[in-house]
């Protein structure tokens, strides 16, 4: 299956997608994920990352797009799929719709997180991940660790992400609302489109999905 993960930051969709990419039997992409490995390596993407992400801007396309694309190529994801983050714009959805086709590929869905967004700032607010990999996601309250400020996957420390405050939070609700949001309506002209409340708990929401997915 090929899918793509759309909601707002802090929908849940990292940790979602950890689940069902396990369930579905596919790679978990994250571009968040690969562009905050890139900058803890100090690669020379990670620095030009950097900037628009502290500040809660998208990261410009001539950078994401040819990462994306590389992660797709991999072995790994000849089958299938689970976006997650990207596309972020109509650009980058314009992009992959064209390089999948390239392939002779398509999409099966676009699993739409629907959040309020005093629960998506709440969700935010409390994040912590680990410093040895930004896809081990806990939550102060609602995922707690077994040790506090440790990983229970792999005993790394946990930290706050430096665009989790409050100023870059609501720049990147902005973009969200600007630029990524009209990707679902160039989905929903394709028949993709499957939307789900992302309220509840974890495996609430996983069981949701996987239903929707279907
Ligand atoms: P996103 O990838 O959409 O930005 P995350 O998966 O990182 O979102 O989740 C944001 C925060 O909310 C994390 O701290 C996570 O532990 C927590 N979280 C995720 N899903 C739920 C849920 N169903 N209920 C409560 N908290 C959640
Ligand atoms: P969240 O799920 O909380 O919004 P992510 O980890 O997905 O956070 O993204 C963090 C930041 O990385 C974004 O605010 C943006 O700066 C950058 N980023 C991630 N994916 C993309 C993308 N597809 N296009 C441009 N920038 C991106
Ligand atoms: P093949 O050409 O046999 O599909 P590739 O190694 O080129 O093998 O690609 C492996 C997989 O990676 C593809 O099946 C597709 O899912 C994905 N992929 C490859 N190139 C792209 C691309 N440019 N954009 C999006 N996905 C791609």
Redesign the pocket.
Same mark, same amino acid.
């Given at each position: 299956m090929r899918i793509v993960l759309v909601g707002p930051? #802090?929908a849940g969709? #990292?940790t979602q997608a950890a689940f069902l990419a396990q369930n579905l039997a596919i790679p978990h992409i994250?571009? #968040? *994920?690969l %562009? /905050?490995a890139n900058i803890s390596q100090g690669t020379e993407l990670g620095l030009k990352?950097k900037s628009?992400?502290d500040a809660?801007?998208? !990261?410009p396309d001539e950078v994401?797009i040819g990462m994306?694309k590389d992660r797709m190529a991999q072995a790994d994801a000849a089958n299938g799929f689970l976006l *997650? #983050? %990207?596309? /972020?714009?109509v650009s980058?959805a314009e992009a992959l719709d064209d390089a999948l086709k390239l392939d002779g590929q398509e999409l099966d869905a676009v699993l739409d997180l629907e959040v309020p967004e005093d629960e998506v700032v709440k969700r935010?607010a409390g994040r912590r991940i680990c410093r040895n990999d930004s896809s081990h996601v806990f939550h102060v309250a609602y995922k707690q660790p077994q040790t506090e400020g440790v990983c229970d996957i792999c005993g790394g420390e946990l930290y706050q992400r430096g *665009?989790d405050t409050e100023e870059t939070v609501r720049r990147?609700l902005e !973009?969200y609302h600007s630029e990524t949001e009209p990707i679902i309506d160039h989905y929903r002209a394709q028949g993709l489109v499957v939307t789900i409340s992302a309220l509840g708990s974890v495996s609430e929401v996983t069981e949701r999905a996987m239903a929707a997915l279907r």
């Open positions: 930051p #802090g969709k #990292g994250s571009t #968040g *994920d %562009f /905050r990352a628009y992400m809660g801007n998208l !990261v994401t994306a *997650d #983050g %990207f596309p /972020r714009n980058q935010i *665009d990147r !973009v």
